[in-house]
């Protein structure tokens, strides 16, 4: 821990304390995802976004309020203009105890450096499969070694946890979990498996037939590797298990299957400045407005997260059989 911590002030209605922010940075990105993305989407004009100096701003006031925890994401966050500046900025907020970051991988072969020069402490780094043709049709426009050699020079930067994300979808890459763990292991970093969320609506597939639950590739794994179960000093929403006799830890996050919001201890800024208080729930505030009306006012905008707190939602409800009733995508939701 960098910092003395500051008192904790965001404490919403069942008594869970936010200590945790998410800031999606842009919502462009370089790949586009099945999961995440439709084929054709249109992001915001530039004056919708917040500036990086209007991030940095919010950034402080949460810090102000006890947040110890900022990830930076996206969209894919290095592909927006300027944002090591604007991580280097925020990894020298005084009161900020951990900056990490979610990255798609495409950019960090010339990053790496300068984003521990930043103070950046964990990187995750999305990466659902090892074939490079499969790399392509699930993100339509990336490429596979590009990413495995950012994820080479993040390795040898030398960063506290390196974790790949791995959304799996049944019958693209569920066979491929063992092999994805197996990576993990040859490179000495952790690696979470994530269930696909139905978040905006999407083109490519079915995500109620994509479903691949978090239980069974529990089970595919133990065919093949000792996974002890361990118990995390962190708050989230993933269960861990470490690969007996290894430093690899296995992280499973599901959403439908396993509930995590009685722990929840985030909450997410948007690029156009919305603060969603949930991940499965439309409840907001808009800090864009309130930060152009009241300009460097930090008492007013401070006040503001604090009462957002009132309307954090108790839990998300998913329905992979259901239309999305949550419209935005992850892109903007910044996962
Ligand atoms: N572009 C960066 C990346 O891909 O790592 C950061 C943003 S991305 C939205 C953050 C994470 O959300 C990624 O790990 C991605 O796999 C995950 N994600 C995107 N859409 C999802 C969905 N519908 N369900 C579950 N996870 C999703
Ligand atoms: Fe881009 Fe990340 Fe969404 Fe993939 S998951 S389209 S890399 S924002």
Known sequence: MRHPKQAKQLVDRFGRTVDYVRISITDRCDFRCLYCMSEEMTFLPREQILSLEEIYLLAKCFTELGV???????????????ALDLLQKIGDL????????????????????????AHVSRLNISLDTLDAKKF???????????????IRTAIKTGFKSIKINAVILKNRNHNEVVDLVQFALDSGIDISFIEEMPLGSIDSHNRAEAYYSSDQILIDLQEKFTLEKIAETTAGPSDYYRVQGTTTKVGFISPHSHNFCSSCNRVRLTAEGRLLLC??????IDLKTALRTHPNDTDYIKQLLIDSMDIKPEKHEFDLNEQPIIMRHMNTTGG
């Open 279 to 284: 991940l499965g729930n439309d409840h907001s």
């Open 94 to 117: 005084p009161l900020l105890e951990e900056l990490v970051m979610t990255t798609n991988g495409s950019q960090l072969s010339s990053t790496a450096e300068q984003l521990k020069q």
């Open 136 to 150: 392509k049709d699930l993100t339509r426009t990336g490429d596979l070694d590009v990413v495995l050699k950012g």
């Open 68 to 82: 110890g925890k900022i990830r930076i994401t996206g969209g894919e966050p290095l592909i927006r203009r300027n």
